[in-house]
């Protein structure tokens, strides 16, 4: 085992035995981890996560500030633990530093977060903005529906449809064909009745001799 691999694992069991039951301490991996300040969901309550390299002690931990925990909090107030944790770190290359700087942090929680407001303009902003874009997809939803039901045609309209004329103004070729026949078939059967009741008459008169 390297040197730097062995003062790893020295400072994590330490880590380890220090935090025990700290639920503001948190063990990512074997070489990440955070610690949360301030209560829950406070505007200035934020996390600290401090990642080791290979060369760790003898190279400065990575500082991220960037996990969705701080989501809220501004730029400004971000690097300035950025930099108080980089000036604290300098002091203590070559040595596990992690717990030192967690601890140099609790005692300038006021003056870190000092510029952090009490409510975040730009999480408002968002929200309206996700309002607003819910709304658009509704109307449109909305617009799609009404469209398709313009389409559902009526019996008198389908029935409008059928007579329409065509580009003539006239009525396509056949469209009463079935009232001719049908007229035609009832005058037809009517004379035919009639030539039958002509003959009957005649046959029913009598004789002259």
């Known amino acids: 085992m390297s040197e730097t691999l062995e003062l790893q694992t020295d400072e ?18 074997p070489t990440t981890f955070q610690y949360k300040y301030g209560e829950e969901d406070n505007f200035k ?27 809220n909090l501004i730029p400004a107030v971000k690097q300035k633990i950025q930099g108080v ?50 709304i658009q997809i509704s109307d449109n939803t909305d617009t799609q529906k009404k469209e398709v039901k313009k389409e559902q045609l009526t019996k008198a309209q389908k029935r409008r449809q059928w007579e329409r004329t065509d580009n003539k103004g006239e009525r396509p070729r056949g469209w009463n064909w ?20 002509a003959n009957a008459a005649n046959n029913s008169l009598p004789v002259s001799g």
């Open 12 to 29: 994590r069991e330490a880590l380890q035995s220090i935090y025990e039951g700290d639920e503001a301490f948190k063990e990512i991996d």
């Open 45 to 71: 309550s934020f996390l600290v996560e401090i990642k080791w390299g290979e060369n760790y002690p003898n190279e400065l931990p990575a500082i991220n500030m960037d996990t969705f925990y701080n989501r």
């Open 85 to 134: 944790l980089k000036e604290e770190g300098e002091q203590w290359l070559g040595c596990g530093m992690t717990y030192t700087l967690f601890e140099c942090l609790k005692e300038r929680l006021d003056e870190l977060t000092s510029e952090q407001p009490e409510h975040v303009a730009t999480q408002s902003i968002d929200l309206e903005k996700v309002g607003v874009s819910a």
């Open 178 to 197: 079935v009232d001719i026949v049908k007229h035609l078939s009832q005058t037809g059967y009517k004379e035919e009745q009639k030539a039958n009741a």
